[in-house]
Structure formats: C-alpha cells, structure tokens
C-alpha cells in the first residue's frame, strides 16, 4: 500500500518527498527526552522530535455537528507539515469520522427518496422531512475513507505524505498486534510520512466502565488512545486540542474559573470537572486521566484550544515553541506562585496601599531610602557576582556592563531620588483635580486614583527596581517586576530590601518580582490583570512589547533619535559644551544625541572646525547625511540611514539651510524624543519651541536633561513619546490617573427634567477650599476600590 501511495505520485512530488528523506533538520537541534523523562518547562519544548497531536472532535466538527471545520483542519493541517518539513516526526490522532459520515449519509438519504413523493410532498414538507437517526458505526464505516481523502489531499499541497491506521483496544492489549502497530509507525516514520490514526469506530464496541488494566490505560476514546499511542512510540510531546482554552480548576464558565498554566499531577485533588464537550466520548475529566498517565510514562503533554479562530492558525507551532498556550502539564511542582497568582495577590496588596495615608506611604519609601544605604554592602556583593558572571560569559557590551554596575554612589544618588519621590507622595492618590457644583446639594469631584497594576520590564539596570518600587509605592500602584537575568542577584536583593520596607505598613506584596521562567511574551498578554506596561532597557526591548501587547497599553519610546540643531548666530562656548555633554556624557542613553544637524552658513568657519576637533578629541565616529557630503571631496563614512540610534560614540552629521529645515528634517527624522537649538536669536528660539512636535524641546540646553531626576521628579519610570495620558520623563505624575465622585442628597436624573423642581448650576469651585463639613481644604474623599 506504501509503495503503491509514493509510485501514484507525479515525479515532481516524488523528487520533493525523497529530497525531504535527505535533508532534514540536525539531530542536534531536536534532541528529543533526555533520559525517557518528560520536559520539566515549557521552554524545553522546542526540542521535542517526536509529537502527536490529538484533534478532538470539537475541533474536527462543524457546530452543528455535521460535517467537518475545514478551514481550521487547514491550518492545522498546515502547521503540522511545517513542523515535519523541519525535520519533527509528527503523528495524528483524528476524530471525525462519526460527523464525515453522518454527512454523506444524510445526502444519501435525501437522495434516495422518490422522486414521486418529493414531487407530490410539496416544497415546504421535504423541507421539514424528518431524517432517521442515523447508527454511529454505520457513520463511521462511511465517513473513514473520506476523511482520511480529505486529509491527504490537503497535505499533498505541502508535499507531505500521509498514512491511515485504524486501531482498537485489542491491538495495544495483544502483543502481537502492539509490535505490528509499532513497527508499522516507526518505519512510516522513518519514511518521512505522517500518520493518521483513528479507533474502528466502524466495528469497536463501546468501552466498559473501569476497564484500565494495572498501570496501563485502556482506549476509551481519542484522549485515551492519544496518550496510549504516544507513549507506545516514546513521543516527546502530546498535544490535546480541544474546544477549551486549557485546564480550569472548576468548569469554564463559571464566575470564578481560572485557567491552569502549568499543572502539577499531585495538584489534581483541586481541580473541580464539568460535563464534556458538545461531541466526543469524553469530557475534560477524561483528557486529565489520559495527560497524567502519558506524562507518569515519560511524555509530555500540553492541553490547548483548537477551535478559537484567533489562535487555530498557530496554535500547535506556538506550543513547539514553548509559549503560553493551553496547560502545560509537568511533573516537576512549581517552585512558587504563578505570575498570575502573583498578579492577584499585588493587586489585592496594591488596593490597600493606596488607601494608606500620604504619610505612610512616604515612610515606605523614606524607608526604602534608608534600607539602600544601610544594606548597601549586601547589594554590592550581590552586584559582584553579576558583574563576574557577565563579563566571564562575554555576552554584555560595554555600555550594558556600565548599566548592570552598582557603586556606593550610585546608591547614595538613588537615595536621594526616593527622598524626592517620599516628598512628593504626600500630595499624589486622591488629590482633587476639578470641583463642580451640579446642582444644589449636588458636588462632583474629579480625582487622581492609581492606574492598577504595573508591569515593569527592564533589562540589566538594577537601579531601576527602587526606582520605579518608589513611585508604585507613591501613587498607590501594584506592582510586578520582570528583571534581566543579568541582574538576578541584585534585583533579588533588592526586591527583598522593598519588601522589607512595604512590611512596615502590611502591604509587603504589593510589589512582586517575577522570577519564574516567563518569557516576556506571555507576560504582555495577561491583559485581564495588567493595566500598563512600562518598557525599560533597549530599543529593541521596546519594539517587541509594544508588538507583543495586545490590549494594554505601553508606556515607552522605541527610539531615542535625539537632535542638536546649530543655527548662525549660535554662541561658540555654548556650542562646545552642549553638543559635548549631549553625545558624550553617556552615550547609551535614550537621551543622547544621534543627529548634529548644522545651518550650512556655519560650514567653513571656526566654529565648525572646533566642533569637528572636539569629536574628534572625544573619539567620536561621525557619519556624513547626504547633504552633507555634497560639500565635501573627501567625506566621512555616509549615514546608512538618517533614523538611527547608534547608543555610542558615533553621530550623524547633516546640513541645513534653515531653521524650518531643521524642523522640517527632525518631523521626517526623528523619534519625538528631545531635540535642542543652541542660537542666541529669542524669535529663532522661540519658533523652534513652538514647532517641534517632540516630548522635550530644548533651548541652549544639553539633551541629557531629558531626565525625571534632572527635571526634578525624583526618578522616571521611563520617556514617553507617546500622545495620551504621559508624554516626556514619566515620574509619579504619569502613574495617576483620575475618576469621578458625585455626591448628591437623594438627587435623581428625573429631578433635572423638563417636569422636574431642579435646575443645573454647574458652578467651579475652588479645588482647595473645603465644601461644608470638610475639616480642611485639600479634602482626601474615601478611595473606592478599583
């Protein structure tokens, strides 16, 4: 039959299946279970070879039961060839023979009626005939061949090979027939060929209740068969598509259902079964029997959605790559809280905190200010081992050794700047920001609330961890906290010190660090439990949250282009010094300067020539814009692009022919972060503040202001080039946001109508003069939860 299938194919797809048998991935790349032993993490995955997939048949099915989902078997069908062409040896176990057959049989039917009766009947009674009931076996027995047609003439467009098999609970029990079955996939594998199995359900009997033999499971249905199957052929990985997102610890759908991300067998006492699906055999109690008997044998097993139309299409080759999908089932316990539980529990926390009074609030942080200094010894040893650990792994470039580097000063600074932020908490949650008087008796106050829960990535920059805890702690914030591995044993220590510091109030864990293995990815689609997500670290950090987030915002600028425009009437002395601290100082910043542009009147004078010998004394790589380099015989290396971000000691160097083209060149160029004139001319000066559309905009100031500690907040959580709610350096400002509060006297919207005895005043009143009863005048109302 084998070689009947491979000489009934045309040369073309003969030349393409043999040429796949040659060259397939290296066996070094797909390294399969170490030692027969299921993957511990999700991360591992991606060296599963050997996998089945299991379609139940709500995945397989039309909703109505009839017939089957053929565009999401397409994708399927898809995905399971790509991850075959890349050298895995995948296997199918199929539902849907039942609901192919169910199809043809009832057109048969219908077709089989006479002609006469259907004549004679009328339109409207054919229509409302009823059909017999139609026997499953019978089903199946004319449903078999067409799906398995279905199946092969959709991997035939990827070149792919398919095989049938058709089991029954006797070929896993007889030895005999076990061996034949394993020989038989084994060789199909080797072959490069996909096989597709399915139970007989043309002449299988139906199972018997408690009928699992010691330590082996008996094939009850596709679930059961599934897992018999993939242990039988040692598959590394088995995955159950079905029509739920995963494991719940009670039934989907009710209120207080949780999605399980990673299951640990021991914890099944916990979990709450519902009914089974719409179709199928077996329900969600079934898919657990039959994913902890095959991961006790040494598989793994993922749970996942086949159905929802936003993932189908990816489903099964993001579960190869290790991301968040479905239940991940290990035997390996979790070592502490899921981020979702630690999600939770900070926002529980974090509602708490921001009911504390502004004075506490300012003691956590004055606390944690204290605590950098007195236990500073401790995070300087903990820095030492990360710093020794980069730089034997050679994996960090300068720039990021100086970022992941802490020094007695560098505490002692952020000290200060949490003494700044404690100041500054005394007037943040709950300020009132506008008050109106509706009508009489009827007060509605607009005021600042914290946003909810933070996410904060940052990369190898433990300064940032007290930082950004500060300001969460100031506004009232829940926090969670994603650190660079470079920096765990600092960002360790200093996560403990915060806690310490939130314990004095009873609020130790509403700043939560992250250190489970999640990939940042599956952090940004938590979008049920975060709130905002603020980006610290590069550029390209940046580009892959705001990417990966769907449905919460990203607080963070992608790039830092930043410009330095030298008009004609510029000051020498300030010229030198400006474009000396802005590209110098810290080159690696978002806030350096990338772009030098220069008016062409300052070409070929002495001006130009020292800024050209200063560069050049402070080591600078200067690239030449086009413009540029048309002055010039001999020019510099040309500007590859003028939108970069070179994060070192290199510029763009570009020519203008006025102000306005200056502006004109930083809209077309720039990243709307900070851009500075050096010119002594006011009118010049001031048209240049007013035009330029970026977050800051500097007159004879160096870029590197763009800063929260330069600008007086204390500490940023970042820059935002954003155009709503923050924009610029984001301090404690930029994590509040507001909500309204009316207080009335019985007061009802049929008051104000036409029949009504009440009329609108909507007077302003003073934001800092008490309403009667009010003992003093910046009025703190009861924060509702939120």
């Known amino acids: 039959m084998l070689l009947q299938r491979l000489c009934t194919r045309s040369p073309l797809d003969l030349q393409r299946h043999v040429c796949r048998l040659l060259i397939r991935t290296p ?463 600092t960002n360790r220590v200093l996560h403990q010190i915060t806690q310490e510091a939130l314990s004095m109030h009873g609020v130790t864990d509403a700043v939560q660090l992250v250190s489970t293995r999640e990939e940042v990815e599956d952090l940004c689609r938590l979008d049920k439990m975060i709130d905002l997500i603020i980006p610290r670290g590069s550029s390209q950090l940046v580009r892959e949250i705001q990417r990966a987030a769907k449905g919460i915002p990203v607080l963070g600028h992608s790039e830092g282009i930043c410009h330095v425009y030298i008009d004609t009437e510029a000051d020498i002395d300030k010229v030198i010094k400006i474009v000396r601290d802005s590209k110098c100082d810290y080159p690696a910043a978002c806030n350096s300067m990338e772009t030098l542009l220069i008016h062409r009147d300052v070409l070929r004078t002495p001006l130009f020539d020292q800024i050209i010998d200063m560069l050049r004394t402070e080591q600078v790589k200067i690239h030449a814009g086009p413009q540029f380099a048309s002055y010039l015989t001999f020019s510099p290396s040309e500007a590859k692009s003028l939108r970069t971000e070179y994060s070192d000691l290199e510029c763009c160097l570009e020519v203008v022919d006025s102000m306005q083209d200056a502006v004109d060149h930083i809209h077309k160029y720039g990243s709307f972060h900070t851009d500075t004139i050096i010119t002594e001319n006011e009118d010049t000066a001031e048209k240049f503040l007013h035009q330029v559309d970026s977050a800051c905009v500097f007159w004879n100031a160096s870029s590197r202001f763009a800063d929260g500690y330069r600008f007086g907040l204390g500490a940023e959580v970042g820059i935002s080039t954003a155009r709503i709610h923050a924009r610029g350096p984001v301090g404690l400002e930029g994590l509040l946001t507001s909500k309204w509060v009316l207080r009335g006297d019985g007061h009802t919207a049929a008051d104000f109508s036409d029949h009504g005895t009440m009329t609108y005043l909507h007077e302003n009143l003073p934001v800092g003069e008490p309403l009667a009863g009010q003992k003093d005048g910046n009025f703190r109302p009861r924060l509702l939860l939120f």
Request: aromatic share 4%; net charge neutral; hydrophobic share 45%.
């Open 27 to 489: 066996a070094a790349v797909l390294q399969g279970r170490a030692n027969g032993s299921s993957f511990a993490y999700r991360s591992e995955l991606r060296h599963a070879k050997r996998i089945v997939v299991k379609l139940g048949s709500a995945v397989v099915t039309r909703g109505d039961e009839c017939g089957l989902a053929l565009g999401r078997l397409a994708s399927i069908v898809e995905q399971v060839a790509m991850l075959q062409n890349q050298g895995r040896e995948m296997m199918i176990v199929t539902s849907g023979a039942v609901a192919f057959g169910k199809q043809r049989l009832r057109h048969e039917i219908l077709l089989s009626q006479s002609v006469r009766q259907a004549l004679h009947s009328g339109h409207n009674q054919l229509k409302d005939m009823a059909l017999p009931v139609l026997e499953a076996r019978a089903c199946a027995a004319a449903g078999q061949s067409g799906l398995m047609a279905l199946y092969e003439a959709m991997f035939t467009q990827y070149s792919t090979c398919t095989a049938q098999i058709l089991v029954t609970n006797l070929d896993f029990h007889n030895d005999d027939k076990r061996q034949n079955l394993n020989s038989t996939l084994r060789e199909l594998l080797r072959m490069n060929i996909v096989p597709i199995i399915n139970t007989n359900d043309a002449v299988v009997s139906a199972p018997e209740p408690n009928s699992d033999l010691q330590g082996v499971i008996s094939i009850k249905d596709n679930d059961s068969l599934a897992a018999r199957l993939a242990v039988e052929m040692k598959a590394d990985l088995l995955i159950a598509l079905s029509d739920v997102e995963g494991l719940y610890d009670s039934p989907p759908g009710t209120d207080d259902a949780k999605l399980i991300d990673i299951f640990y067998p021991g914890d099944q006492q916990s979990i709450t079964f519902g009914t089974k699906s719409r179709v199928g055999l077996g329900g969600m109690e079934a898919k657990v029997k039959a994913a902890v008997w095959a991961l006790q044998s040494g598989t793994s097993v993922v749970i996942a959605n086949g159905t929802h139309p936003k993932v189908t299409g990816h489903v099964i080759t993001d579960i190869v790559e290790g991301k968040k999908v479905g239940t991940f089932f290990t035997e390996i316990k979790p070592a502490g809280p899921t981020v979702e539980q630690q999600t939770e529990v900070a926002r529980s926390c974090g509602r708490t905190l921001a009911s504390l009074h502004p004075g506490q609030r300012g003691e956590i942080i004055c606390q944690l200010a204290e605590l950098l200094t007195e236990r500073k010894e401790e995070i300087l040893a903990a820095n030492k081992m990360d710093m020794d650990l980069a730089i034997n792994a050679g994996s960090l470039s300068a720039a990021l050794l100086k970022r992941l580097s802490l020094s007695p000063s560098k505490l002692n600074s952020l000290a200060i700047g949490l003494r700044q932020i404690a100041v500054a908490a005394q007037d943040s949650v709950g300020r009132v920001l506008r008050r109106t008087r509706v009508a009489h008796n009827l007060v509605l106050e607009q005021i600042t609330v914290p946003i909810g829960v933070l996410l904060v990535i940052f990369e190898a920059r433990p300064d940032c961890l007290p930082q950004v805890s500060a300001l969460a702690i100031a506004s009232g914030n829940a926090l969670l906290l994603k650190g660079g591995k470079e920096a765990a044993n």
